[in-house]
């Protein structure tokens, strides 16, 4: 991207991608076990694989798709993901597996109650996004963040959290306010 990137931006943008995705027909994508199926999804594509996979991640019936030896060597020169997940890093929810995915289909992003910083989170979505050409960017959040609880407390106290712990409160404030 040539311009500067603000959170509002990304954030309307991110909006905006969801919303036309899910308003532009359906159309099935090449065969999903091939080393380079992900090129060429379009956004509506994209969530149509995320939604299908949570759905088996739910129910339990996962398939576990590209994570064949195959599929590595086919990717150890180039990738292909087709969605940029930033996501929390809570270990209850790892992309991967509640979008039940596998290797080389998801550029993930994780960080403290998905927060987006002014350079590495949001040069990381930017990179996902221009170089590696995901058509679909997804906010993921969850139930019980740990984070975010965390800075609803040190805001209702009036305190401070340790070290760069406080830069999470911070990003947070405004939400919680």
């Not at 954030?11 to 991608?17: C, H, M, P």
């Not at 359906?26 to 065969?31: E, G, K």
């Not at 509640?98 to 930017?126: H, K, N, P, Y």
């Amino acid at each position: 991207m040539s311009k500067q990137v603000s959170r509002r931006w990304f954030l309307r943008s991110a909006g905006v991608g969801a919303a036309a995705a899910m308003a532009e027909p359906a159309t099935a994508a090449a065969s999903l076990h091939e080393p380079n199926s992900n090129v060429g999804l379009n956004p509506k594509q994209a969530l149509r694989l995320l939604i299908a996979g949570n759905r088996r991640w739910v129910t339990g019936r996962v398939t576990h798709p590209h994570q064949s030896v195959a599929r590595r060597k086919a990717l150890s020169h180039v990738q292909h993901p087709f969605a940029t997940i930033v996501s929390c890093i809570d270990s209850r929810v790892p992309p991967e597996l509640v979008f039940d995915r596998g290797i080389g289909d998801l550029a993930v992003i994780r960080t403290g109650a998905q927060v987006l910083d002014d350079g590495v989170v949001l040069g990381s979505v930017e990179f996902a996004s221009d170089h590696l050409e995901t058509p679909l960017i997804v906010i993921m959040g969850h139930q019980r963040c740990g984070a975010v609880k965390a800075a609803i407390e040190v805001i209702e106290s009036g305190g401070t959290a340790p070290g760069h712990i406080q830069s999470v409160v911070d990003a947070l404030r405004p939400a919680y306010a």
